[in-house]
């Protein structure tokens, strides 16, 4: 079993930044890539971005690219969500999330394998 721990959300105005953490306790063959979703309130949860544990393989979804950058740091096992310009669309409660495949697929909530209890991020106008 892997525990996956977030932190670092938080409120911030439009235009504003965040970097969100998520320490896993431990990497397993499940844990191939890393990587963030998001669940706006009374919406369904979205992939956000995902990075493969070797580090060289990144995934965004459209909305984010060019203003989000997911990171890796093996040694000490967490995750980074480096958030910039953010947008008030960009409220959400952000999961760290890690399974076998990159979070591109329309069906990767299928094959995650462990969950974040999450962390909140509001941004305001």
């Known amino acids: 079993q892997v525990h996956l721990v977030e932190s670092g959300g938080g409120s911030v105005q439009t235009g504003g930044s965040l970097r969100l953490s998520c320490t896993a306790s431990d990497y397993t063959t499940e844990t191939l890539y890393f990587g963030w979703f998001r669940q706006p309130p009374g919406k369904e949860r979205e992939a956000v971005a995902s990075?493969?544990?070797?580090?060289?393989?990144?995934y965004y979804v459209d909305s984010v690219k060019g203003r989000f950058t997911v990171s890796i740091d093996n040694d000490n096992k967490t995750i980074y969500l480096q958030m910039n310009t953010l947008k008030p669309e960009d409220t959400a409660m952000y999961y760290c999330?890690?399974?076998?495949?990159?979070?591109?697929?329309?069906?990767?909530?299928?094959?995650?394998?462990?969950w974040g209890r999450g962390t909140q991020v509001t941004v305001s106008s």
């Open positions: 999330a890690a399974g076998r495949t990159d979070f591109a697929s329309s069906r990767v909530k299928d094959y995650i394998h462990y």
């Open positions: 990075i493969y544990v070797g580090g060289s393989i990144t």
